[in-house]
């Protein structure tokens, strides 16, 4: 059964930094997004990285948020810089390609003063 954790959340105020952490049990990463979720609002596509490191971002992270990862430790990792309160959400990692994988708990980022 595989297993995808994300971890690495937390309460930071605006401008600063946090980085999320994925492993999964029981697979080994293809392409990977990070995604994140606020309150009302429907899942989104923060990041993807494949596995020849080609990165993309949305718009609303490109300049502030690196995604990275180690393909021997299977982990993918979120570098989350100059946070505002908008970035605010449960956010998680999935595989993109070829297939997604089951959902994780998600880690909670809370951005405030």
């Known amino acids: 059964q595989v297993q995808l954790v994300e971890s690495g959340g937390g309460l930071v105020q605006p401008g600063g930094f946090l980085r999320l952490s994925c492993t999964g049990s029981g697979t080994i990463f293809s392409t990977m997004g990070w995604y994140r979720q606020a309150p009302g609002k429907q899942r989104e596509l923060v990041a993807t990285?494949?596995?020849?490191?080609?990165?993309n971002y949305a718009e609303s992270v490109k300049g502030r948020f690196t995604i990275s990862r180690s393909d021997a430790k299977n982990l993918v990792y979120l570098q989350m810089n100059s946070l505002k309160p908008e970035d605010t959400a449960v956010y998680y990692c999935?595989?993109?390609?070829?297939?997604?994988?089951?959902w994780g708990q998600g880690t909670q980022v809370t951005v405030s003063s």
């Open positions: 990285i494949t596995r020849n490191f080609i990165t």
């Open positions: 999935n595989q993109m390609y070829p297939n997604e994988l089951p």
